[in-house]
């Protein structure tokens, strides 16, 4: 939805000023420059990025017009499952986990987590550690290496789609003076039509270059910025889970580990003691 109203705002803004300024909006409606640079720029793009990272940028557009799905509450929901499963630990040892991990959505534990089991990437990454230390065959230290690893990589991964929509928007103010200059061409071969005629091949020819900066800096750029954003989301969300499980690896009670966990959280996002306590209380009396 803000997508949508900033776009609204650009296109107000923009549109709006030009018309008070007692401009004539059917001037600037040029199908081929259109054509020109919408046409250069996908030809640039599929020249630009190999199949994985077309296939990426695809599959990355939904999450750019879906509301962010790591909110307070995910976040409290994901610390009250990870204090129940270490509690579980604790008491039961690692072995008792090796049926939630194993099936997560037939889990009684991971039933009253409903979020979470919405996120498939963030149960993956969890469910996979757990497993991890069910079969005891790793130290805190090759755990942490090997969660730094997979987070690098999700973040190599997320941003081959940003850097291919920035690349987009760089080169769309450049195919827009290419469509100006095909107009100033246009133009200049038809130098011997009347002034009036010139005056508005002359017009479109300019509208190309505008059309091209506005796209670009109004249009293309802000999505490239916003699917960066969403995923940092991702990235945080497996930090908190990385420094939890660690933190408990390390002997940490689960209310201290869990507390660890609740301080790598955005602070827009990040619940107080006070909230998660009652939030794990709660779930309890269920």
């Known amino acids: 939805m803000l997508i ?18 007692d401009g004539h909006l059917a001037a600037l409606f040029q199908p081929y420059e259109l054509l020109m640079i919408f046409g250069g720029a996908l030809g640039a793009f599929v020249i630009g990025n190999d199949r994985k990272a077309i296939s990426l940028t695809w599959h990355s557009i ?9 909110t307070r509450e995910l976040y409290m929901t994901l610390l009250a499952l990870m204090f129940d499963l270490l509690t579980k630990v604790r008491r039961e040892g690692l072995m008792s986990l090796e049926d939630d991990v194993d099936s997560p959505y037939e889990s009684p534990i991971f039933g009253k987590y409903r979020l979470v089991l919405m996120d498939e990437h963030l149960l993956d990454f969890m469910t996979d550690y757990l497993r991890l230390l069910v079969s005891g065959t790793m130290n805190a230290y090759q ?36 469509a100006a200059v095909m107009g100033v061409v246009h133009t200049m071969g038809a130098i ?13 020819a300019l509208v190309g270059t505008f059309l091209g900066i506005l796209l670009s800096y109004g249009f293309v750029a802000p999505l490239g910025s916003l699917l ?18 660690l933190a408990s690896m390390n002997g ?15 602070s827009t996002e990040r619940p107080s003691f006070a909230e998660l306590e009652g939030h794990v209380r709660q779930l309890k009396s269920r």
Do not use: W
């Open 4 to 21: 949508l109203v900033g776009f609204a705002i650009v296109l107000m803004a923009v549109f709006g000023g030009f018309v008070l300024q």
């Open 62 to 70: 939904p999450m750019l017009f879906h509301g962010s799905r790591y």
């Open 143 to 178: 755990l942490e290496n090997l969660m730094d690893n997979e987070i690098e990589t999700y973040q190599e991964d997320s941003d081959i789609p940003v850097q291919a929509i920035h690349k987009l928007a760089d080169g769309m103010p450049a195919f827009g003076i290419v």
């Open 192 to 204: 011997g039509r009347p002034p009036a005629e010139l005056g508005s091949l002359i017009a479109a």
């Open 228 to 245: 960066h954003r969403r995923h940092q989301e991702v990235v945080k969300a497996l930090q908190c889970v990385k420094v939890t499980l």
């Open 252 to 266: 940490y009670a689960p209310t201290i580990a869990v507390e660890f966990g609740r301080k790598v959280i955005s």
